[in-house]
């Protein structure tokens, strides 16, 4: 016993290492590198930002354009939205990025199944009721997932946080508009969801923006 003691008595006190964002861009940065892949989160903000934009002018309703364009959006969400955040995810995984990981990889999907579902299921479900019905459940999961999301990105960066609570929002205000049909709340949906995108085009620009002036031009508040 007296030996364990004498051998506590030499342990080297325990010290906490702080790091600035800088410091934190600049480690990430060369984790990338020895990984020969870049931060490819520029592209899945980039990708989740412009579709999310343009889906959300239709849901805001003819205030910003006429809402029998609304097909446009289909390949958009497809290729851009779906496909290329879906990559997004795979190269955030050969990075080691959970969250990121998930995230795109999950919105990437949710692009591709909402292309999906809009251009083969509704037209099928429509002689059977009311498709807002189904719509809502569509949304009501993704509000379920998204808020799983917002919790973990409460401890990654204020950007994520502000980020994934608007969008939990967006989802909120689409699936009680879709369940009870009512097209004002949809409209309101439809703005927060142009928010939503502004917040994420933000993040992709300070990352690109950062990277390319190699400093911390515009801040996405990170906690190390």
């Known amino acids: 016993m007296s030996n364990v003691l004498e051998k506590e008595q030499f342990l080297p006190p325990t010290t906490s290492i702080t790091i600035s964002s800088e410091q934190f861009d600049q480690l990430l940065n060369r984790s990338t590198k020895s990984n020969g892949i870049v931060n490819p989160a520029a592209l899945g903000l980039g990708a989740f930002a412009l579709t999310t934009f343009i889906l959300s002018a239709f849901n805001a309703g003819n205030y910003l354009i006429d809402t ?91 950007f994520l946080f502000v980020l994934f609570t608007i969008l939990s929002l967006t989802f909120f205000l689409l699936f009680i508009g879709n369940l009870f049909n009512l ?33 911390q031009a515009l801040p996405l508040g990170v906690y190390v």
Do not use: D
């Open 68 to 158: 029998r364009l609304e097909p446009m959006v289909l390949p958009v969400a497809l290729f851009y939205g779906g496909l290329a955040q879906f990559l997004a995810g795979m190269w955030e995984f050969k990075l080691n990025n959970t969250f990121g990981a998930t995230a795109f990889t999950s919105y990437g999907a949710f692009w591709m199944s909402f292309a999906g579902y809009v251009h083969f299921i509704v037209p099928n479900i429509k002689r059977y009721g009311n498709v807002n019905k189904a719509t809502s459940l569509f949304l009501l999961a993704w509000f379920i997932f998204t808020i799983i999301m917002n919790i973990a990105a409460s401890k990654i960066s204020k």
């Open 183 to 215: 097209i004002l709340v949809i409209n309101i949906g439809g703005w927060f969801g142009i928010v939503t995108a502004f917040v994420a085009w933000y993040g992709c620009a300070a990352i690109v923006i950062n990277s390319a002036f190699k400093r």
